[in-house]
């Protein structure tokens, strides 16, 4: 019973703001949103995490909604190294034993 | 670089052999969690430990095991390698006090069981 509902792809133009939808209506007050990414046979890179309030890091941006029914992630300005796999996963943070990271969302960024 | 490294980068055997897989994590991390991507599996998590003892287990079969060692450095075996076990390995790690979901993965080991 998946926890999130991302697009299965994406397309952005290079040095557009690729904007990464993430549902996620069941979540619990206590529950935070993770986003990761990976690209190709890599290991995923964390990203950002946030539990009510929109955070930045040097990365991305993560806006979730009043209501924390969905989230958005923005990468700025995509480069063509932005073109990954992107996870959004729900967790309460501390020894979840269902670890799972879902299909994800295909990012593709276009020259 | 994460920071975290995984050896052997890639290992060939046959079905019926015994590897051993190896992770150290970032230095400071306590924690050290493995996972399985196949093709047509995703990533699938394993176990965990924490400063040496098991903390959380996912989907790992009986043929799998893991340890985590007094300098923090990890190692998952699995024995009885069957076809189906191709797949690429990933170790991460987390540093103390940040949750379980903050993870910094390692480039992984490719597996490939003939």
């Known amino acids: 019973d998946a926890k999130t509902t991302q697009p299965p792809s994406m397309d952005c133009a290079e040095g557009r703001a690729a904007n990464l939808p993430c549902n996620h209506s069941t979540i619990s007050g206590n529950e935070y949103v993770y986003w990761y990414r990976q690209i190709h046979s890599q290991g995923p890179q964390y990203i950002i995490h946030g539990l009510k309030n929109n955070e930045t890091n040097e990365m991305a941006s993560l806006i979730i909604t009043e209501d924390r029914k969905s989230s958005t992630l923005i990468l700025p300005h995509a480069t063509l190294r932005d073109t990954a796999v992107y996870y959004c996963?729900?967790?309460w943070g501390f020894g979840n034993e269902k670890l799972t990271f879902g299909t994800g969302t295909r990012l593709t960024i276009i020259p | 670089d994460s920071g975290v490294t995984q050896t052997p980068k890639h290992l060939i055997t046959a079905t019926g052999q015994r590897v051993t897989l190896r992770c150290s994590p970032r230095s400071g991390d306590l924690s050290v969690y493995w996972y399985q991507q196949s093709l047509d599996q995703g990533l699938q998590f394993l176990i965990q430990?924490?400063?040496?003892?098991?903390?959380a287990k996912g989907n790992i079969l009986e043929r799998f095991s893991a340890q985590q060692f007094p300098d923090l450095h990890s190692e998952l075996n699995l024995s009885s390698l069957e076809l189906g076990d191709s797949a690429l390995y990933f170790c991460a790690s987390s540093p103390p006090g940040a949750g379980d979901w903050e993870q910094y993965f390692g480039p992984g080991t490719r597996l490939t069981v003939t």
């Open positions: 996963i729900v967790s």
């Open positions: 430990y924490y400063n040496g003892e098991e903390r």
